[in-house]
């Protein structure tokens, strides 16, 4: 069994930079769609949030007080 050629056709797809046409979708009820966003997915974005303020506010009161150490 040898191997025979096939023959491929490629086909690209540009958009022309004076097409202006799409953008406008893009930034369409944008309030809407972020409101929408965070209301779908607040536990995921506190479950992620929420230790990494803790232990940005943990390091800060640490450093803190590690400043003001030889005052006593």
Not at 15 to 38: E, N, R, T, Y
């Amino acid at each position: 069994m040898g191997k025979q050629p096939v023959k491929l056709k490629a086909v690209v797809y540009a958009i022309s930079p004076f097409q202006q046409k799409i953008m406008p979708g893009l930034w369409k009820d944008l309030p809407g769609k972020i409101h929408h966003k965070v209301s779908e997915n607040w536990i995921s974005a506190t479950l992620l949030l929420g230790p990494l303020v803790g232990t940005y506010s943990y390091v800060q009161n640490f450093l803190e007080k590690e400043k003001l150490e030889h005052r006593y």
